[in-house]
């Protein structure tokens, strides 16, 4: 039987406890530092406190992951190419995928594009990595030979609607993830019974979803209102995840 503990501590501090080669999947969502209200944390550090800030927790990350073991970093604009560069250059990870999310709503602007994405970068800490393609495959648009049936490879661009407001399962917090895009990430790279870390639990959506794939969770989150719910969340009945796929609806056409 898996466990999945939330721990009301900082990411550092938890992340240096974890033994060296230790962890299979890391998912790490840290604040974009674009000022954003997070109860009790400063979401607006100077430039270079947060970059110092990143390449500690990411030094934590390069430490504790197995060689075989992947990392998934949710990033905005601003910071991606900092963090690119800090996990490629600096600490040799191997880029896998650069994964946008698309989103059907977000912020609106009149002086240019309103923006519709966020980036994940997926890096590996080896040159071979565990992948389980055949537990994320979507179904396939038309019944041909070339097709591989079982479904298709869902790609770099992903879809998965926002937790809206009016989402029984939203919580209390200004940037919370559907649970689609965690449940793709720990089946790709993760088997039954492995340990997941998330450094940055915010509303807990990692570690409900561990509970339901059977993935040991360890969450490590600063504000103690953030880790009480995300606890309370964690002992709520299961009834499916808040957002999937739209392609996972496909009934395949026959040519």
Known sequence: ???????????????????????????????????????????????????????????????????????????????????????????????????????????????GFSPRHDDILMFNAGKNPKFNLDAIRVPQKYYRSRNNMRGANPGDVWQFSHVHYCNENRRDHPTQKPEGLFERMILASSDNGDVVVDPFSGSGTCARVCKQLNRNCLSFEIDEKYVLQSRERLEEPFIGFDSIDPRMERVPLDL
């Open 1 to 111: 039987m898996s466990e999945q503990k939330i721990f009301h501590e900082s990411c550092l501090t938890g992340l240096e406890k974890i033994n060296d080669n230790s962890v299979d999947l890391i998912i790490a969502d840290p604040p974009y530092n674009l000022g954003k209200n997070y109860n009790t944390t400063n979401d607006n550090l100077g430039f270079d406190e947060y970059i110092s800030f990143t390449k500690e927790w990411m030094s934590h990350a390069k430490r504790i992951i197995k060689p075989n073991g992947t990392v998934y970093i949710f990033m905005g604009v601003q910071f991606i190419s900092y963090i690119f560069k800090i996990a490629q250059k600096d600490l040799s990870f191997d880029l896998n995928s650069w994964i946008s999310w698309h989103y059907t709503q977000g912020i609106g602007k009149t002086k």
